[in-house]
T-cell receptor
């Protein structure tokens, strides 16, 4: 079991560019979560999928951020027109069910110059 | 919304001495608490999950929960330099809520 896989581990973009972050959940896990971690705000919930369907995106910034889960083996978080304040570590987690233990990936460190 | 405060912000202990970390929360309705460890550049590793008042031990890690005093703690027995990391407490506001609320973390350094 490789655990939750996130790629890339590090991404540097210029202001205004697009960034796409990938997450491969643990095989058999039906729930996928995205979190953002910054020094100032700590760890914040962004969005959640269950059986590939978007269930809760209440933590997602309303503009420029979108998440998808086209199949059970991966989810993407896309940030359009990146801004310096988007710089953070983006963590993906998966679990067997909505309320089961969440297992976290290593994160993608996004730096927007 | 549930708020979580962790203390201390940083802690240095000698190898083999007990390390104690604290977490306080804003209301007592939560019943689902976890302690995670995050090594630099790594993801979160769950250490202990606790769902009722009292004590829960997982190896060298023991969590104590007291919802009446809005407090959950983590004690690390015989810490080693490899335990140096950021420790995060997390709770879901109530049963069946998947949105964990995290504390800001305690940075632990264990010196040999």
């Amino acid at each position: 079991n490789a655990g939750v896989i996130q790629t890339p581990r590090h991404k540097v973009t210029g202001k205004g560019q697009e960034a796409t972050l990938w997450c491969e959940p643990i095989s058999g896990h039906s729930a996928v979560f995205w979190y953002r971690q910054t020094i100032v705000q700590g760890l914040e919930f962004l969005t959640y999928f269950r059986n590939q369907a978007p269930i809760d995106d209440s933590g997602m910034p309303k503009e420029r951020f979108s998440a998808q889960m086209p199949n059970q083996s991966h989810s993407t978080l896309k940030i359009q027109s990146t801004q310096p304040q988007d710089s953070a570590v983006y963590l993906c987690a998966s679990s067997l069910g909505s309320y089961a233990e969440q297992f976290f990936g290593p994160g993608t460190r996004l730096t927007v110059l | 919304q549930q708020k979580v405060q962790q203390s201390p912000e940083s802690l240095t202990v000698s190898e083999g001495a007990m390390a104690s970390l604290n977490c306080t929360f804003s209301d007592g309705t939560s019943d689902n608490f976890r302690w995670y460890r995050q090594h630099s550049g790594k993801g979160l590793e769950v250490l202990v999950s606790i769902f009722s008042d009292g004590e829960k031990e997982e190896g060298r890690f023991t969590a104590h929960l007291n919802r009446a005093s809005l407090h959950v703690s983590l004690h690390i027995r015989e810490p080693q330099p490899s335990d140096s990391a950021v420790y995060l407490c997390a709770m879901s506001p109530n049963t069946g809520n998947y949105k964990y609320v995290f504390g800001a973390g305690t940075r632990l350094k264990v010196i040999a």
